[in-house]
Each structure stands twice: as structure tokens, then as C-alpha cells.
């Protein structure tokens, strides 16, 4: 009889049990209250850290969406020598949030729930003209931060192997008032004045990538 074959020592793999995630969609977002304009169009990337099987992630994300032209006329002149004006204004609004969501990482088709809280600037760029055609005005911008909080839902489908998904989700966001009053120019009388609340809902539709191996199962006996 030969010797037995000494038996080998197979060290299980070793896996890291920190994983990420990654988001980039494009989303419609409803325009903030008192705007009058159009539906907002934005894009959002996301990442995102988690551990194990834990069905708990944090991270953060960059919004950025431009809401359009609104047009709106107002009268500068006292009540006897009215003067009307157009006030023409195209708005872009930028949020970077911190988010939690609440998701099972490692199954094909991946619900979430999601917190958000974080800060938006908006951007105005607004011109004035004088109804009657009396002139009008350069295209000023002007900027206002407030703050972002809401919550949201949405799920993860499987699209290419199981680590890349279709991803589509609603948000809902409420935010404080964005105000700014100054004049059209140094030396005019004509003062241009906007206050608005900046609560949104998007919704959005893009592709969400997970990093990292689900962690080994324990050996058998």
C-alpha cells in the first residue's frame, strides 16, 4: 500500500465585509412652490457605504437640476404712474444631501426606504423689461441657500449579472424659503424681489451598481 496523500490545509477565502454602493440616474422633478414654471430636469450621483448582510447603508449625494424659464409681470411705479415690468428668471437648483436607507444588499430585486437632510442652492438668472418697450435690463444671477429634508422609496432590479441594477425611486423633499430683494442695477429704482419655498418630489430612473462579496458561509462539519 502507498503513503496517503497528506491532507491540505484550504484556508477559506478571505472577504472584506464592507461594501458600496453607486448610483447615477436622471429624474423629473415638480417645480418648487410659487414658481409657476416648468417640471424640473436634473441628474443625481449617489455612493454609499454598508456592512455585511446589515440591510443598513449611509451615504451621500450630488443633485443638480435647472427648472426652466417662468415669466411674471409686476408694477415698480406708484399707484397713479404705474410701470409695469416682465420679470423673466431661469432657475437651477444644486443639493448635496446625506442620506440612510434601509435595504436588503445581497437580493436580486432590492427594495429600499430612504432618509435625506442636507443643503440646496438655488440660482436665479433674471432679467427685466419694461412693458411698452421701454427697454430692459442685463441678465443678472443671484444665489440663496436653504436646507433639504424628506424621505424616499424605490427599488433595484437585476440587469447585468448581480451587482448592476436598474434603479427607480421617488423623493420626496421638503425645503425652507429662498429669498433675495436688490435692485435691477446700482443707480435703478426698479427693485426685483423673489421669495419662494423650494419643496420638490423627484422621480427618477437610472442604474446602481453594489461593490463587494456577499460574506462566505460559515464551513460545515
Not at 454602493?21 to 450621483?45: N, Q, Y
Not at 444644486?94 to 436588503?104: G, M, S
Not at 444671477?141 to 440587469?159: C, E, K, Q
Not at 435692485?183 to 437610472?206: C, E, I, K, Q, W
Request: aromatic share 12%; net charge neutral; glycine share 14%.
Amino acid at each position: 500500500m502507498g503513503a496517503e496523500a497528506p491532507a491540505l490545509d484550504v484556508k477559506p477565502e478571505s472577504r472584506s465585509l464592507l461594501r458600496g454602493d453607486v448610483e447615477l440616474v436622471g429624474f423629473v422633478a415638480t417645480p418648487f412652490e410659487g414658481l409657476g414654471g416648468s417640471l424640473g430636469l436634473g441628474w443625481r450621483m449617489l455612493m454609499g457605504l454598508g456592512w455585511g448582510k446589515i440591510p443598513l447603508s449611509v451615504g451621500f449625494d450630488f443633485q443638480s437640476a435647472y427648472f426652466g424659464e417662468a415669466t411674471s409681470r409686476t408694477n415698480v411705479g406708484a399707484w397713479n404712474y404705474p410701470l409695469f415690468v416682465d420679470k423673466t428668471r431661469h432657475d437651477k437648483a444644486y443639493f448635496i444631501d446625506a442620506y440612510v436607507r434601509l435595504q436588503p444588499p445581497y437580493w436580486s430585486v432590492r427594495p429600499y426606504i430612504e432618509a435625506i437632510a442636507g443643503a440646496k442652492l438655488l440660482q436665479t438668472d433674471y432679467s427685466v423689461a419694461f412693458v411698452g418697450g421701454v427697454g430692459s435690463t442685463d441678465t443678472v444671477s443671484d444665489h440663496a441657500w436653504t436646507y433639504t429634508a424628506g424621505g424616499g422609496t424605490g427599488v433595484d432590479l437585476p440587469v447585468l449579472g448581480p451587482s448592476v441594477y436598474l434603479t427607480l425611486g421617488v423623493r420626496l423633499l421638503a425645503g425652507g424659503h429662498a429669498s433675495y430683494t436688490r435692485p435691477v442695477s446700482p443707480d435703478s429704482d426698479v427693485v426685483v424681489h423673489y421669495r419662494t419655498v423650494t419643496s420638490t418630489v423627484l422621480f427618477a430612473l437610472g442604474l446602481s451598481g453594489r461593490f463587494g462579496k456577499p460574506p462566505a458561509a460559515p464551513a460545515s462539519e
